[in-house]
Each structure stands twice: as structure tokens, then as C-alpha cells.
């Protein structure tokens, strides 16, 4: 029923006339017999506008959209300022292409080179890209960067989050490189482990911190050990916790990437959303993905460009050591846009209030009879509990009542996570139901 | 124009967030970061002008003709934005079980069920997040189709025309492949002797994308894929330019085994000035199993609110509505081609599909005035220029695709002016490097940007 | 050194010999006309060996990245690290902005005087 085109009935024939063709059938002359499916009339009709959204909005209202969140592991449920969201409406900013026509594109350009400064300000890096995907392919094109013909040896930690590490098991197969795991022990990547695992071939290491268990991990051993080893260090950083904790620059990584979702983009049932990569000077050539650079037009105006071009794809061909030819621009408006309204002090505000948070929530929790700390490591808004009671029932009891449990990472064991949207209130309500599981469990 | 971090005035903010009801937590200090963070720090008007202004500076579909080609810059239709924002859609987690989630099964559900259907493949995975990731992991499932063979070490040759996407030899050579060129002839059609000849054993498949990227539709088609089965490789479509065929020649029944499609392109989801795009990929039968192996590029379940806006558009339209598209999309690019025909040396001779090359080739030697000139001065009549240089092995290409959403209006006043521009050159080509006159800027230095990169601001010190 | 006692690949590569069996390559005039304005250079390290009739670096201007070719076999012994910040001297004086000092040189492809490089590429 819908169509957008422009051209109306009378003018298709018009057309048709300057094209001395009888039918449009005619245009399609290339294409064998055998293939060619010829207008036929069991060809369906589409819905107008009016069907479309009621369809589209009975099926959102069939997703539960749970009061309350404590469901982490890679999506976080933060607030988002709806100027974040009107902003990024805006239909040039929605519509416009990768901005190749640098005098009419200057407004996305300046978007994202504005996006590049707000990345290195958060992880104190020198150079970042205008963003790739997502945070896991994001650690897998900084693997990329590291990997020599040599050196294809990658030790990647056993506590990163288990989705990226199904990305860069495929990327092992893809590339030819050879991942091994660093153990984990108690929760944290066993540094005691990871002399012996390194050798000649070592290209470089990928750690998280905080990790999946929500740890923060011993950095400062981390980077001593590689750096006295020459080999790269690639660090993947939850971005919201860069308001409070330590920036990555401190303990000479490498590379720096992450998922950026937190910064202002909703959870959208996994994307899309926006990796991350910043790095060291020395190492922007390698950098994949579009970059965009400040210069100057020929009348010394200050002017933005797409840069560093011959890198890409659409150059080097088989010789690019990415294919990437897109950049989340969008996803990156919003980021921008986020950290730009809440400011320095509003972003340090809201790091303070998902580790105070989760911090208050930890604490009660393992004063109830039955739940344990998983994990004994400093964190910063996501912990594991472990509890006799089984994790299913503990899930049954959260969802009776709206809310998003945590995530079972076994029978026993949950992984929480809160943020600055978790209020006090809800929190308490949430021990609540868990003393409740605890005495029905201590019961039985 | 100045920057967010230039605006900034200290202690100007706007309140979120609600004071701690719970007592700080303080880390020890070895964790704490003790450099200040240099966001810019303003008000919510300040930041909202700042943005209003840079969408002024900024050439959307909203506000022009943008006849990109092979990239189908076709209307973004606005509904579908109200549809992707609904809470029901943007406040669900990826990790929620699939019984929270029925609505969103449906989105994957149907719209597998409608792709599958316009392309004759079997299955349709939304995993990948771009036409790229998109390469990657058909790529990959081939690699797996011939590992579990057992011919996984012997079959690593991967054939590309030369008329290619540089990012098929680029997604091949990062999957271990080695990319073998078959040549073109001159009618923009695979050289069959050429890819008879290269066809053997050691081949794990043929990346083709058809129509091409010369806007030319493959007559051989049916033979290419014949030859590359019949020496045991797979055959993978890129669905780059699938928009002129949608409803009239599947790639399944060309004989393709595995493709992706750009639904940034074809199915009308916005760019977003570069992204987010999303790349599904459709198999057949004979790769599932390799799919259940290989199928994670990205996290989680891709670009599902994309999904949401390309579901949208297949419904509005229809299978009817899909196919008119096909048809209009191709009967626009004939009918600008055609009256440009007089003007412009076009390398189609018959009828293209949805898009046409110009070359300026003899004038550039003749006058001086190249491609980039005429696409610069374009600019000055509101309009978006086509993708230059692109594809490669044309010299001083133009590359044209109006799209079947742009009106005749539309493309007799392009037409005119694609005339009058080149008219002006030739008249007056010392005039070239003047265009265009009417933007914020003028030609930036692309030379000192990539000689000397500045990719951040800093404050001055 | 004159530009007419340089030897030259078809390939656009000079060569120009030096005592004690060592040899500068660099980039004629006319490959960088083609290129126009070089913003970076990839280089071999010193130390490493080229092959002739193999790549040994690219070059990249603002759009296009070509490849260059070694006009003969050898060890490299020094790599002209001017180039690295300023790029836009082999645009200014291809002929005096060599990239490689070349040692122990084993074999060479068969080089042109510079009149046969001429009219290689068309202008005699």
C-alpha cells in the first residue's frame, strides 16, 4: 500500500516515453528469463502508516519493561537526559552520510572530531578513532592492531565479559591469530599466572577492569609486567567508572577501548551501540576505522576533515588491516551530547552514585542470613553473590515484582549490578524480598 | 565555528541526578582518579544551541537531492524513528530472557521471514552491525563450509572482480584469504574465460556483487555461479546494490549461497552520518550448521532497533511496494542518464540498473577541470554531489544514483544543472577551484590535515 | 647527484650508486607527480633486507596508497628519517630526498639510464 516514491503515475510514463520503452520490463533486459520475476498480481500489499505503528506498538508493549534493574554484565540501565534524545532526533544529524564532502558535512565532522577529544579527555589518551561497533569488536580490532606476522600469540583474560569473549574466538578463527586465556583466581586475573603463559610471540594482552565480576583489577602489576615484557597492553574500561577511578593513561596502556553505551544510549535490547579505542600517538596509524582531523580551508578558516584515509579499506583494498568503513556517528552524537550536558562534576556525580549504590546494596545483602560476597576484590558497580538458595528462586521472587534480577552466573551465584537509577527506596525493597527468600529458604 | 570545549564556562551545570541517599563510598587511593576530567561545562541551552548549529552545518536527505552512488540514499521515513524510540523497543536488556521478549522475537521473526522472501535464502541472521561485519561473516561461513570438509587448508583462494568494493578484498585478506582479481570486459560484465580459468580447487569461493558496481546487471549470472560450484567454491552476494532487483531477481535463484544486505541502504534505515547501519546476512540450508558455529561478530543480538526500522518499512510496502521501488529506482537512473547523455561521457551504453558513471576523463585532460570540480560545484545549488572516484577503475568517475524517492522535479532540475555546471567549466575551468562558494567553509587542506594530524582539541597552555 | 647519472626501474624507483658498493633508491619526479602531495611513508627498518622486484614500503597521499617496488636485493643500512616528519620533500626535490641506503647489494632488476627512462615514460 505505502510506497515513498516521487515520481507519480502519469510522470512513470512520461518517462517512459524519453526511454522509447513500452514497459519497464525493458530495462530489465539483462537479467535471464529464468530469474526474472515478472510483475505479477500475487505480489502482496503493504500496510499504511496507520497499521504499521498499532502493529509496531502491540509488539513493544508485549516486552517486559521491568520498574526497576539490576542487570548488568555489558548493558547498563543509567539515566539519560531527553536532550540526549532530541538532539540526536535532529533529521540532518539522522539522515546525512559518512560526512565525505567536508564543506556541507562540517556540523557531523566537528560532531565526532569534539567526540574524539571527549574520548581521550575520559581515558587520558593521546588519539582516538570516531568509534567502531561496539565494545567487543572494539577489543577485537585493538587485538588487530597489535598482531604482527611473527607475533599472533594473544593472552586475553579469563575474567573479560563472556560476549566479548565469544567475538574474539571467532576472530581467532578469522584471523589465524592464537588466543590462550589467563586464569582467574578469585575473580581476578591471575598476574602470578602470566610470566609463565607470555613468550616470543606474545603480540599483547587484553584485561578489563572493572571485569565481569564487576573487580577492578591489579593494574598496577598488570602494566609493570607488560611493559617489562615489550608487549602491548590493551585494557577494556567501563567508561562510567572513568568519573572516579583511575584513567588507563596512569599505567601506560596501550590501547584503551569499551562499550559506550553507558554514556547516554538506552539498552535497546543489545544495540545498536558504540565502541570505543583510544591509544598512544606512536601507534595512530594503526588506528582502524574513520578519523577526522582539524585544518584549515583556503581562506585559513578552521575546517574538519575525514583523515589518515589511506589506512582504509576503501584504499589499501587487501592490504588494510580492518575493513571497517562506518563509524556508530550517531551513537557517538549521543555520547557527546551526554557528557557535555551532565559535565564534568554531573559525570563524577553519577560514577559516585553507582558505586555508593551498589557499594550500600553489597553491604546489606551479605548482612542477610544465607548471601556471601562471591568475590573479595575492591569493585565498582557490579559484585557477585553466592547463596545457598537456589539462583532461580531468587529470580522468581525479583521478577513477581517487576524487577530485573541479576544476572545467574550459576545455581549459586548472581551477578548484581546497580547504577545512580537504583534509588535507596527500591534498594531496600530488594533486601526485603531477599531476607524474605533467605527465611523461606532457611524454612525448608 | 567554536567547540563544545571552547563554550565552556567553569561551574556552569544543569542537575540530573538526585544527592546520595546511601553514604559515600571512598575508595582507597590508589584507585581514585586525581586529574580532573575536562568535559565542557555548560548549560542545557548552551549545549542545545551548539548542536542546533552544527545540524545547520550538516547536508541531510531533509535537505536536498543526495544522489550517493551505490550508497541509495533514499527517504528515511520519520515514522520509523517514533517507532524505534518506543519504551517497549529502547528500555529492554539484552540479557532479558526470551519470554520478556516476545515483541522483539517477532522483529527478528518477520523480518527474517520478509528478507529471506525478497532474496531466496533460506536464513537470515542479524548479527552483523554493517555491510562490512556483514563481508566478515559470510566470509566466515564459507571458511567453515570448506574446514569441515576437510578442505579447509587447500581451498584458499577467494576470486573478486575487479570492479569490487574495496572492502570485499579487504574482509577476504583479514580472513586469511588470498584474493585472486578476475578481470572485467568492457561492458562492465566478469570475463568467463577469465574465471574459468582461475576456477579450480583452490578457490573457497567468488564475492560478487550484482548488479556491480558499473550499475551493470551480470547476464551471465547464472554461468558465473555454475563455474564456481562446479569447482567446489561457494558463491557470496553482496547485497550493496540489491535495491533495483528487490522483488525482480533474487540472489538465491542466481545461484548465491550466502549474502548481506545493507539495511542502511536498501531497506531505508537512516545513515547517521556513518552509522549505525546493520548488515543481515542470509544463508542457505547447506550453511547452517557453519552459521551455529561462527555467528558471534559483536555482541549481543546486533542492531536491533535498526531491525525495528527496517521491519517497518517491509510492512508499509508490501511485496508490491518493495518491487515499485526496484522498478522506479532503475526507470529514474535511465531517465536522468538518458538526458545527460548529450552532455557527459557515460561508460553505460544500454540501460543501466539504479545507478550511472560519468567520466570526466577527457576533460580533465582537455580543460583541466576534474571529477572533484564539478561534484564541489554541485554543492552551490543544493544539492549532495555524487560519489566521486568510486569505482576505481573508471578515471575521474561520478557516480550517480537518484533513488526512487526523489521526485521528476527533482532530477530535471539535477539534470539542469549537472549541464549548466559542466558548461561552466569548460567555459571558465580556471574557475574550477573556487567551488563551491556558498558553504561555511571552503576546500579544506586535506594535505596538512594527513601530514600533520590534529585529531583532538587541547587547551592552550 | 644529477638526475641524468641516476639509473632508474621501470617501476619509478632511482637508484644511484655509491663507493664501496653502496646504493641511495628514492622516487622519480614522475612517480610523485603521480601520487601529488605524499603526507606519510612506510620504510623498512634498518636492518632489514629488500628483495628486488618486491615491495618494500608504500607511500601515501591524501587519497591513494602505491606501493614501491626495490630495484635490487640488499641490506638496509640507513633509512632517511627526514622523510617521516617532512613527507612533502619528496614532492619539492624527489632527485636529493633518497629513502634507503642500501648495502651488501646481491643482485639488481635490469635498470634504465635516465634518457631510456624518458622515454619509458614518454617524455623524450
Known amino acids: ?444 | 565555528m567554536e567547540l563544545l570545549f571552547e563554550k565552556t564556562v567553569s561551574g556552569r551545570q544543569t542537575s540530573y541526578i538526585p544527592e546520595l541517599e546511601v553514604p559515600f563510598y571512598q575508595y582507597e587511593d590508589k584507585y581514585l582518579n586525581e586529574q580532573s576530567l575536562d568535559f565542557p561545562e555548560l548549560s542545557e541551552l548552551d549545549v542545545s544551541r551548539h548542536y542546533s548549529e552544527l545540524e545547520r552545518r550538516t547536508f541531510g536527505i531533509n535537505q536536498g537531492f543526495y544522489p550517493l552512488g551505490s550508497c541509495t540514499m533514499k527517504y528515511n521515513p520519520r515514522f520509523h524513528e517514533q517507532v524505534a524510540s518506543l519504551p517497549g523497543f529502547c528500555d529492554i536488556h539484552p540479557l532479558q530472557s526470551l519470554e520478556s521478549v516476545p515483541g522483539a522475537k517477532f522483529i527478528y521473526e518477520k523480518s527474517e521471514e520478509l528478507l529471506c522472501k525478497i532474496t531466496g535464502m533460506d536464513y537470515m541472521s542479524f548479527q552483523p552491525a554493517a555491510g562490512a561485519q556483514g563481508e566478515f561473516l559470510g566470509i566466515l561461513l564459507i571458511k567453515k563450509f570448506h574446514e569441515k570438509n576437510g578442505e579447509g587448508g587447500t581451498r584458499s583462494k577467494i576470486l573478486i572482480p575487479d570492479s569490487a568494493h574495496g572492502t570485499n578484498p579487504a574482509t577476504a585478506a583479514l580472513c586469511g584469504l588470498n584474493v585472486v582479481t578476475v578481470r572485467s570486459t568492457n561492458e562492465g560484465y566478469m570475463d568467463l574465460n577469465h574465471l574459468r580459468e582461475l576456477a579450480n580447487t583452490e578457490i573457497a569461493g567468488l564475492m560478487l556483487t550484482n548488479p556491480n558496481t558499473l550499475g551493470v546487471f551480470d547476464p551471465n549470472i547464472c554461468e558465473i555461479t555454475k563455474i564456481v560450484h562446479e569447482a567446489g567454491g561457494l558463491c557470496y552476494y553482496d547485497g550493496a546494490n540489491l535495491n533495483p532487483i528487490m522483488n525482480i531477481a533474487r540472489p538465491g535463484d542466481m545461484g548465491f549461497d550466502c549474502i548481506h544486505l545493507n539495511l542502511h541502504k536498501t531497506f531505508s534505515t537512516p545513515h547517521g552520518g556513518g552509522g549505525p547501519g546493520a548488515g543481515a546476512v542470509g544463508m542457505k540450508e547447506l550453511l547452517k550448521e557453519c552459521y551455529d558455529e561462527v555467528w558471534k561478530v559483536k555482541a549481543f543480538h546486533g542492531h536491533f532497533l535498526v531491525v525495528v526500522r527496517a521491519l517497518c518499512y517491509l510492512l508499509t510496502l508490501g511485496e508490491k511496494g518493495i518491487r515499485d521501488s526496484a522498478v522506479q529506482s532503475v526507470l529514474s537512473a535511465n531517465y536522468m542518464k538518458k538526458q545527460l547523455e548529450d552532455t557527459f561521457t557515460i561508460k553505460q551504453k544500454g540501460f543501466c540498473m539504479h545507478e550511472f558513471v560519468i567520466t570526466l576523463e577527457e576533460e580533465s585532460k582537455n580543460y583541466g577541470f576534474r571529477a572533484l570540480d564539478v561534484a564541489k560545484a554541485f554543492i552551490d545549488y543544493q544539492m549532495y554531489p555524487p560519489t566521486m572516484y568510486f569505482p576505481q577503475i573508471i578515471p575521474e568517475a561520478l557516480m550517480v544514483e537518484p533513488t526512487e524517492t526523489e521526485s521528476k522535479e527533482t532530477l530535471d532540475y539535477a539534470v539542469e544543472i549537472y549541464k549548466k555546471v559542466y558548461q561552466d567549466l569548460k567555459r571558465d575551468p580556471d574557475s574550477a577551484k573556487d567551488y563551491p562558494k556558498t558553504t561555511p567553509i571552503h576546500r579544506p587542506d586535506e594535505v596538512s590535515a594527513a601530514r600533520n594530524p590534529k585529531l583532538r582539541w587541547r587547551k592552550e597552555t | ?124
Not at chain 1, 67 to 87: E, M, Q, T
Not at chain 1, 435 to 442: A, H, M, Q
Open chain 1, 1 to 444: 500500500m505505502g510506497n515513498y516514491l516521487g515520481v507519480t503515475k502519469e510522470q512513470q510514463e512520461e518517462m517512459k516515453h524519453v526511454l522509447n520503452i513500452q514497459s519497464t520490463d525493458d530495462l530489465y533486459r539483462d537479467i535471464p528469463d529464468s530469474i526474472f520475476q515478472k510483475e505479477g498480481t500475487d505480489l502482496k500489499e503493504g500496510l499504511s502508516q496507520l497499521e504499521v505503528i498499532k502493529i509496531m506498538k502491540q509488539k513493544a508493549a508485549t516486552n517486559t519493561i521491568y520498574a526497576s534493574c539490576y542487570r548488568g554484565a555489558g548493558a547498563y540501565r543509567h539515566f539519560i537526559p531527553p536532550i540526549v534524545d532530541l538532539i540526536a532526533q535532529k533529521e540532518s544529524f539522522v539522515t546525512s552520510y559518512t560526512p565525505y564532502q567536508p564543506e556541507i558535512s562540517q556540523g557531523i565532522l566537528q560532531i565526532i572530531f569534539e567526540f574524539q577529544t571527549l574520548i581521550c579527555m575520559l581515558t587520558g589518551m593521546d588519539v582516538s578513532n570516531a568509534s567502531v561497533y561496539d565494545g567487543a569488536t572494539a577489543a577485537a580490532e585493538a587485538i588487530a592492531m597489535c598482531v604482527e606476522k611473527q607475533k599472533k600469540h594473544v593472552l586475553i583474560s579469563e575474567t573479560i565479559n563472556p560476549e566479548v569473549k565469544m567475538v574474539l574466538k571467532n576472530y581467532e578463527f578469522a584471523f589465524g591469530i592464537e588466543l590462550e586465556f589467563i586464569p582467574e583466581k578469585n575473580g581476578k586475573t591471575d598476574l602470578h599466572a602470566l610470566p609463565s603463559l607470555i613468550t616470543e610471540n606474545t603480540a599483547c594482552i587484553y584485561v578489563e577492569s572493572p571485569n565481569f565480576f564487576g573487580i577492578l583489577e591489579d593494574l598496577d602489576t598488570y602494566s609493570t609486567l607488560v611493559k617489562e615484557k615489550g608487549i602491548k597492553s590493551i585494557l577494556g574500561v567501563n567508561p562510567m567508572s572513568l568519573g572516579i577511578l583511575k584513567s588507563p593513561s596512569v599505567y601506560g596502556i596501550d590501547i584503551v577501548v569499551g562499550e559506550g553505551q553507558p554514556l547516554g544510549i538506552p539498552l535497546s535490547y543489545g544495540g545498536p551501540y558504540l565502541g570505543f579505542m583510544a591509544t598512544k600517538q606512536e601507534l595512530v596509524r594503526k588506528l582502524p576505522g574513520r578519523i577526522v582531523g582539524e585544518t584549515i580551508d583556503h581562506d585559513g578558516k578552521r575546517a574538519f576533515v575525514l583523515t589518515l584515509q589511506a589506512r582504509e579499506q576503501h584504499i589499501r583494498r587487501e592490504k588494510a588491516s580492518s575493513n571497517i568503513c562506518s563509524n556508530q556517528a550517531l551513537c557517538a552524537l549521543r555520547a557527546s551530547v551526554y557528557l557535555s550536558v551532565v559535565g564534568p562534576n554531573g559525570f563524577r556525580q553519577v560514577s559516585n552514585s553507582c558505586a555508593a549504590n551498589a557499594h550500600y546494596l553489597a553491604e546489606e545483602m551479605f548482612k542477610i542470613h544465607g548471601f556471601y560476597r562471591g568475590y573479595p576484590g575492591e569493585f565498582f558497580h557490579e559484585f557477585v553473590s553466592v547463596s545457598q538458595i537456589p539462583s532461580n528462586d531468587i529470580i522468581a521472587k525479583l521478577e513477581e515484582h517487576h524487577i530485573l534480577a541479576p544476572l545467574p552466573l550459576s545455581e549459586n551465584k548472581l551477578l548484581w549490578c546497580v547504577t545512580e537509577v537504583n534509588q535507596k527506596e527500591e534498594m531496600d525493597f530488594v533486601l526485603s524480598l531477599l531476607k524474605e527468600v533467605s527465611e523461606d529458604g532457611i524454612a525448608i
Open chain 3, 1 to 124: 647527484m644529477e638526475k641524468e647519472l641516476k639509473l632508474f626501474s621501470k617501476t619509478h624507483e632511482w637508484v644511484e650508486l655509491l663507493d664501496g658498493g653502496r646504493a641511495l633508491v628514492g622516487l622519480s619526479s614522475y612517480a610523485v607527480e603521480q601520487l601529488g602531495s605524499i603526507v606519510f611513508v612506510n620504510l623498512p627498518m634498518k636492518g632489514d633486507t629488500v628483495q628486488a622486484e618486491q615491495s618494500f614500503g608504500d607511500v601515501e597521499s591524501v587519497k591513494a596508497v602505491s606501493e614501491m617496488i626495490s630495484p635490487l636485493t640488499g641490506t638496509v643500512v640507513k633509512v632517511n628519517e627526514a622523510v617521516f616528519d617532512e613527507p612533502g620533500l619528496l614532492n619539492e626535490d624527489p632527485y636529493n630526498t633518497w629513502l634507503l641506503e642500501i648495502d651488501d647489494i646481491k643482485n639488481q632488476e635490469e635498470l634504465l639510464t635516465y634518457s631510456q627512462y624518458q622515454s619509458l615514460i614518454g617524455k623524450s
